[in-house]
Protein backbone atom coordinates (compact mmCIF):
# COMPACT_ATOMS: atom_id res chain seq x y z
CA UNK A 1 0.00 0.00 0.00
CA UNK A 2 1.03 3.52 -0.99
CA UNK A 3 0.15 7.07 0.60
CA UNK A 4 1.58 9.88 -1.58
CA UNK A 5 1.11 13.69 -1.20
CA UNK A 6 -0.72 13.23 1.99
CA UNK A 7 -1.36 15.11 4.68
CA UNK A 8 -1.70 14.18 8.39
CA UNK A 9 -2.76 16.38 10.99
CA UNK A 10 -3.23 15.65 14.65
CA UNK A 11 -3.54 11.97 14.46
CA UNK A 12 -2.76 9.86 17.58
CA UNK A 13 -1.57 6.67 16.39
CA UNK A 14 -1.33 5.55 20.03
CA UNK A 15 -4.99 4.87 19.85
CA UNK A 16 -5.23 4.05 16.20
CA UNK A 17 -2.19 2.37 14.27
CA UNK A 18 -0.65 4.17 11.36
CA UNK A 19 -1.15 1.51 8.46
CA UNK A 20 2.16 -0.53 7.61
CA UNK A 21 2.50 0.80 3.97
CA UNK A 22 5.24 3.38 2.37
CA UNK A 23 4.02 7.21 2.72
CA UNK A 24 5.80 8.97 -0.13
CA UNK A 25 6.03 13.11 -0.13
CA UNK A 26 3.61 13.27 2.82
CA UNK A 27 3.28 15.53 5.51
CA UNK A 28 2.71 14.70 9.35
CA UNK A 29 1.98 17.45 11.51
CA UNK A 30 1.30 17.45 15.23
CA UNK A 31 0.84 13.30 15.12
CA UNK A 32 1.51 11.30 18.08
CA UNK A 33 3.92 8.44 17.00
CA UNK A 34 5.02 8.06 20.81
CA UNK A 35 5.63 4.10 22.17
CA UNK A 36 4.02 3.39 18.76
CA UNK A 37 5.28 0.30 16.66
CA UNK A 38 6.38 1.55 13.12
CA UNK A 39 8.07 -1.98 12.24
CA UNK A 40 8.18 -2.13 8.29
CA UNK A 41 7.05 1.15 7.35
CA UNK A 42 8.88 3.82 4.56
CA UNK A 43 8.76 6.93 5.01
CA UNK A 44 10.26 8.40 1.87
CA UNK A 45 10.90 12.45 1.50
CA UNK A 46 7.86 12.61 4.09
CA UNK A 47 7.63 15.90 6.42
CA UNK A 48 7.19 15.72 10.26
CA UNK A 49 6.40 19.13 11.89
CA UNK A 50 5.76 19.30 15.74
CA UNK A 51 5.21 15.49 16.13
CA UNK A 52 6.25 12.92 19.14
CA UNK A 53 7.99 9.97 18.43
CA UNK A 54 9.48 9.51 21.71
CA UNK A 55 10.12 5.58 22.28
CA UNK A 56 8.52 4.57 19.17
CA UNK A 57 10.04 1.10 17.63
CA UNK A 58 11.49 1.94 14.49
CA UNK A 59 12.57 -1.69 13.59
CA UNK A 60 12.77 -1.97 9.86
CA UNK A 61 11.60 1.64 9.32
CA UNK A 62 12.70 2.80 6.31
CA UNK A 63 13.81 6.77 6.75
CA UNK A 64 14.73 8.53 3.22
CA UNK A 65 14.69 11.91 2.67
CA UNK A 66 12.74 12.79 5.85
CA UNK A 67 12.75 16.21 7.30
CA UNK A 68 12.01 16.78 11.30
CA UNK A 69 10.95 20.23 12.85
CA UNK A 70 10.23 20.75 16.07
CA UNK A 71 9.60 16.71 17.12
CA UNK A 72 10.01 15.44 20.02
CA UNK A 73 11.93 12.18 19.29
CA UNK A 74 13.24 10.99 22.96
CA UNK A 75 14.87 7.35 23.13
CA UNK A 76 14.70 6.58 19.80
CA UNK A 77 16.89 3.72 18.53
CA UNK A 78 17.93 4.72 14.73
CA UNK A 79 20.40 1.72 14.35
CA UNK A 80 17.65 -0.36 14.49
CA UNK A 81 16.09 1.00 10.97
CA UNK A 82 16.70 -0.09 7.44
CA UNK A 83 20.01 0.94 6.98
CA UNK A 84 19.49 1.21 2.80
CA UNK A 85 19.02 5.02 1.90
CA UNK A 86 18.73 5.91 5.53
CA UNK A 87 18.58 9.82 5.37
CA UNK A 88 17.36 12.53 7.29
CA UNK A 89 17.72 16.12 8.79
CA UNK A 90 16.38 17.18 12.49
CA UNK A 91 15.63 20.91 13.12
CA UNK A 92 14.48 21.58 16.91
CA UNK A 93 14.03 18.40 17.51
CA UNK A 94 14.56 16.80 21.18
CA UNK A 95 16.42 13.56 20.50
CA UNK A 96 17.62 13.00 24.34
CA UNK A 97 18.60 9.46 25.04
CA UNK A 98 18.84 8.45 21.20
CA UNK A 99 21.27 6.74 19.50
CA UNK A 100 22.44 6.25 16.19
CA UNK A 101 24.94 3.80 16.97
CA UNK A 102 26.72 2.54 13.03
CA UNK A 103 24.33 4.84 11.61
CA UNK A 104 25.68 6.73 8.62
CA UNK A 105 24.39 9.97 8.89
CA UNK A 106 26.31 11.42 6.10
CA UNK A 107 25.05 15.17 5.12
CA UNK A 108 22.44 15.30 7.74
CA UNK A 109 21.87 18.51 9.67
CA UNK A 110 21.31 18.41 12.98
CA UNK A 111 20.15 22.07 13.48
CA UNK A 112 19.43 23.92 17.03
CA UNK A 113 18.61 20.08 18.73
CA UNK A 114 18.64 18.93 21.81
CA UNK A 115 21.19 16.13 21.55
CA UNK A 116 21.62 15.07 25.14
CA UNK A 117 23.01 11.44 26.01
CA UNK A 118 22.76 10.77 22.26
CA UNK A 119 24.98 7.65 21.37
CA UNK A 120 26.98 8.68 17.98
CA UNK A 121 29.21 5.02 18.66
CA UNK A 122 30.70 3.83 15.08
CA UNK A 123 28.33 6.11 13.74
CA UNK A 124 29.44 7.50 9.91
CA UNK A 125 28.75 11.46 10.85
CA UNK A 126 30.96 12.49 7.56
CA UNK A 127 29.79 16.04 6.61
CA UNK A 128 27.05 16.42 9.40
CA UNK A 129 25.88 19.42 10.75
CA UNK A 130 25.47 20.20 14.02
CA UNK A 131 24.20 23.70 14.06
CA UNK A 132 23.14 25.63 17.49
CA UNK A 133 22.87 22.01 18.95
CA UNK A 134 23.30 20.73 23.01
CA UNK A 135 25.47 17.61 22.52
CA UNK A 136 25.86 17.51 26.82
CA UNK A 137 27.11 13.87 28.04
CA UNK A 138 26.92 12.82 23.79
CA UNK A 139 29.30 9.72 23.28
CA UNK A 140 31.25 9.92 20.30
CA UNK A 141 33.82 6.90 20.16
CA UNK A 142 34.95 5.83 17.02
CA UNK A 143 33.18 8.02 15.30
CA UNK A 144 33.68 9.13 11.92
CA UNK A 145 33.74 12.84 12.27
CA UNK A 146 35.35 13.91 8.72
CA UNK A 147 34.32 17.64 8.10
CA UNK A 148 31.56 17.52 10.56
CA UNK A 149 30.65 20.94 11.47
CA UNK A 150 30.56 21.87 15.50
CA UNK A 151 31.50 25.18 14.60
CA UNK A 152 28.33 26.36 17.05
CA UNK A 153 27.70 23.17 18.46
CA UNK A 154 27.75 23.34 22.13
CA UNK A 155 28.75 21.16 25.31
CA UNK A 156 30.02 18.40 23.30
CA UNK A 157 33.43 15.93 24.47
CA UNK A 158 35.21 15.04 21.93
CA UNK A 159 37.89 12.22 22.42
CA UNK A 160 40.48 13.22 18.80
CA UNK A 161 42.54 10.26 19.64
CA UNK A 162 39.07 8.04 19.32
CA UNK A 163 37.34 9.58 16.60
CA UNK A 164 38.16 10.71 12.88
CA UNK A 165 38.14 14.58 13.56
CA UNK A 166 40.11 15.23 10.04
CA UNK A 167 38.68 18.21 8.62
CA UNK A 168 36.25 18.63 10.99
CA UNK A 169 35.14 22.38 11.76
CA UNK A 170 35.34 23.81 15.29
CA UNK A 171 35.33 27.43 16.27
CA UNK A 172 38.04 29.04 19.07
CA UNK A 173 35.02 28.87 22.06
CA UNK A 174 34.01 25.18 21.37
CA UNK A 175 37.49 23.92 21.54
CA UNK A 176 37.33 22.92 25.06
CA UNK A 177 35.51 20.24 24.11
CA UNK A 178 38.09 18.68 22.04
CA UNK A 179 41.13 18.82 25.09
CA UNK A 180 39.03 17.81 28.22
CA UNK A 181 39.93 14.62 27.42
CA UNK A 182 43.97 15.42 28.07
CA UNK A 183 42.66 16.49 31.70
CA UNK A 184 45.03 19.92 31.33
CA UNK A 185 43.84 23.54 32.65
CA UNK A 186 43.09 26.01 30.74
CA UNK A 187 42.55 29.39 31.51
Known amino acids: MIFEDETFVGKDYQKKSLEKATYENCQFNSCNFGEVNLTGISFVDCH ?24 KMLG ?3 EHCNP ?8 GCQLNLSSFYQVKLKFAQLINCTLVDVDFTEADCTNVKFDGSDLSQAIF ?4 LLKADFRTAENFIINPENNNITKAKFSKH ?3 GLL ?3 N ?3 E
Open 48 to 71: FIDCNFSNAMLNKVSINGAEFKNC
Open 184 to 186: IDI
Open 141 to 144: DQTN
Open 84 to 91: FLFSANFT
Open 174 to 176: NLL
Open 180 to 182: THF
Open 76 to 78: LHF
